[in-house]
């Protein structure tokens, strides 16, 4: 055994350093006010396990696309995933009340992340072949990387006024790392109860693409904050035959409104309404 001397600084310094993490790596992701980290299953992270997920997106109770979920490892990386998502057309060529509203061609979207739920960069693709009946061929690309806190958006637009690039203005990113993103669903949230409240950065590439600002030069929407609230009651949603008790999240205070459906048990996404206007609702089941 070694000396007294020895032992109580090693006491000491077990206990300054973790003082020291909790301070700086635990508190600041359970403190109120502060949005949940990003989820990585364990099967994710021990080997990419995880199946793609599939959901219907219904517009009027119609199909209007098709989409699938995944998280995928980073090449050459052990510790960092892509969460993505990516929006198809169906096979069903007769859905024409909302295609009329919008033909999207494609849209893919992906959060690069730490295994502890940091976000580290993110990136977009959405093509347009036409908007309310209208040609309007248009493809915009978004890529941006987290560093000391600050997330830096890019981004490239191709459309009949040939190719711009524009840089949106630098989004503080919480320490959990989390930025809302409506049209990438996450497969789980965990650390919710009910009434809890929170801030958090809003970026949304259909919107952008949207925006008139784009084609004139300008970004005018698709970016900001929200505040996410968790309602007080617990509601059943039907899901696979079942009822399952879910808790319900609404993200409200930009552009474009949210509610998202969390089953209680085991912090799955089950559905997500996102409120384009007062005519177009996407229905993500």
Same mark, same amino acid.
């Given at each position: 055994?070694?000396?007294?001397?020895? $032992? *109580?600084?090693?006491?000491?310094?077990?206990?300054?350093?973790?003082?020291?993490?909790?301070?700086?790596?635990?508190?600041?992701?359970?403190?109120?006010?502060?949005?949940?980290?990003?989820?990585?299953?364990?099967?994710?992270?021990?080997?990419?396990?995880?199946?793609?997920?599939? +959901?219907?997106?219904?517009?009027?109770?119609?199909?209007?696309?098709? @989409?699938?979920?995944?998280?995928?490892?980073?090449?050459? #990386?052990?510790?960092?995933? +892509?969460?993505?998502?990516? =929006?198809?057309?169906?096979?069903?060529?007769?859905?024409?009340?909302?295609?009329?509203?919008?033909?999207?061609?494609?849209?893919?979207?992906?959060?690069?992340?730490?295994?502890?739920?940091?976000?580290?960069?993110?990136?977009?693709? *959405?093509?347009?072949?036409?908007?309310?009946?209208?040609?309007?061929?248009?493809? @915009?690309?978004?890529?941006?990387?987290?560093?000391?806190?600050?997330?830096?958006?890019?981004?490239?637009?191709? $459309?009949?006024?040939?190719?711009?690039?524009?840089?949106?203005? $630098?989004?503080? *990113?919480?320490?959990?790392?989390?930025?809302? #993103?409506?049209?990438?669903?996450?497969?789980?949230?965990?650390? @919710?109860?009910?009434?809890?409240? +929170?801030?958090?950065?809003?970026?949304?590439?259909?919107?952008?693409?949207?925006?008139?600002?784009?084609?004139?030069?300008?970004?005018?929407?698709?970016?900001?904050?929200?505040?996410?609230? *968790?309602?007080?009651?617990? !509601?059943d949603v039907m899901w696979?035959?079942?009822?399952?008790?879910?808790?319900?999240?609404? =993200?409200?205070g930009s552009d474009l409104?949210?509610?998202?459906?969390?089953?209680? #048990?085991?912090?799955? !996404?089950?559905?997500?309404?996102?409120?384009?206007?007062?005519?177009?609702?996407?229905?993500?089941?």
């Amino acid at each position: 055994m070694p000396p007294r001397l020895i $032992s *109580v600084m090693i006491v000491m310094l077990f206990i300054v350093a973790n003082t020291s993490l909790f301070y700086t790596e635990i508190l600041p992701r359970i403190r109120s006010g502060l949005p949940p980290s990003f989820n990585v299953d364990l099967a994710d992270e021990a080997g990419n396990l995880r199946p793609v997920v599939n +959901w219907k997106v219904l517009v009027r109770g119609e199909e209007f696309l098709k @989409l699938r979920t995944g998280v995928t490892l980073v090449d050459n #990386q052990e510790d960092e995933f +892509w969460l993505w998502a990516e =929006y198809s057309q169906p096979t069903n060529a007769g859905l024409k009340p909302a295609r009329d509203f919008l033909g999207l061609k494609l849209m893919r979207n992906e959060f690069r992340v730490h295994r502890d739920g940091d976000m580290l960069g993110l990136q977009a693709k *959405v093509q347009i072949e036409s908007l309310r009946g209208s040609d309007f061929p248009l493809t @915009l690309e978004i890529s941006g990387e987290v560093s000391n806190g600050l997330l830096r958006p890019e981004v490239k637009v191709d $459309s009949r006024l040939g190719e711009r690039t524009f840089k949106l203005e $630098s989004m503080d *990113v919480p320490v959990s790392g989390s930025v809302f #993103q409506p049209f990438l669903p996450v497969h789980r949230v965990l650390g @919710l109860y009910p009434g809890r409240t +929170w801030k958090q950065p809003f970026f949304d590439p259909l919107s952008l693409a949207f925006s008139s600002g784009v084609a004139q030069g300008g970004l005018d929407q698709g970016t900001g904050s929200v505040i996410a609230k *968790v309602r007080n009651d617990i !509601v059943d949603v039907m899901w696979g035959g079942k009822k399952i008790p879910c808790i319900i999240i609404d =993200y409200t205070g930009s552009d474009l409104e949210s509610t998202v459906w969390v089953g209680v #048990q085991n912090g799955m !996404v089950i559905r997500q309404k996102n409120r384009l206007s007062e005519s177009m609702e996407w229905d993500l089941i």
